[in-house]
């Protein structure tokens, strides 16, 4: 069974960093290109970052550019955020997804459950 | 990186069909057939219901069909029923530059 599971969210105050992790499992994770997509409370979905399969590409979205970094360790299964700076527009759910393989474009067919990550000043 | 425009609210009677609009630009929606949209219900992780503009993953019943003109992609549920009643995300690939962009969301209602 597929399986994403997230941690590392948590209340962090303006100006501080967090590392979010998501442990994969139940598939081939190296074989994978994956995602970080936010909602903050109420709001729709909004794409953070993507990294290939041998994190060669790597992208983010304006929002996050420069403060935020993408990472991933396929001897672990694991995919990593890394947050700096962070400002209060920063609070959302964060979600990790898995690309579908046979797919062009952001088409996530699995997700994780989602980490809260909360930004107070 | 300006989120695609989808209408707020969408609603139908079941059985009836409802269709969804995401407007882009000749950037994203307009340049590629990688549209994708999501189904979410409150609380819950996106579900992946339409890629690449028409398809749809195994599981997905065939109410869901997806459409493209120009710059703007259209989400159609036929047959409405009352588990369709959640809110609905297109996504498009933007190029190298602005990569993936997420519509505003719709909130479809079953009457």
């Known amino acids: 069974e597929v399986q994403l599971v997230e941690s590392g969210g948590g209340l962090v105050q303006s100006g501080g960093s967090l590392r979010l992790s998501c442990a994969a499992s139940g598939f081939t994770f190296s074989n994978y290109e994956m995602n970080w997509v936010r909602q903050a409370p109420g709001k729709g979905l909004a794409w953070v970052s993507y990294i290939n399969r041998n994190s060669k590409s790597i992208h983010y979205a304006d929002s996050v550019k420069g403060r935020f970094t993408i990472s991933r360790d396929n001897a672990k299964n694991s995919l990593y955020l890394q947050m700096n700076s962070l400002r209060d527009e920063d609070t959302a759910v964060y979600y990790c997804a898995r690309e579908k393989g046979d797919c062009g474009g952001d088409c996530n067919d699995f997700w994780g459950q989602g980490t809260l990550v909360t930004v107070s000043s | 990186q300006s989120a695609l425009t989808q209408p707020p609210s969408a609603s139908g009677s079941p059985g009836q069909s409802v269709t969804i609009s995401c407007t882009g630009t000749?950037?994203?929606?307009?340049?590629?057939?990688?549209v994708s949209w999501y189904q979410q219900y409150p609380g819950k992780a996106p579900k992946l219901m339409i890629y690449?503009?028409?398809k749809r993953p195994s599981g997905v019943p065939d109410r869901f069909s997806g459409s493209k003109s120009a710059n703007t992609a259209s989400l159609t549920v036929s047959g409405l029923q009352a588990e369709d009643e959640a809110d609905y995300y297109c996504t498009s690939y933007g190029g190298s530059s602005k990569f993936y962009v997420f519509g505003t969301g719709t909130t479809v209602s079953v009457l």
């Open positions: 000749s950037s994203d929606v307009g340049a590629y057939n990688y």
């Open positions: 690449e503009v028409n």
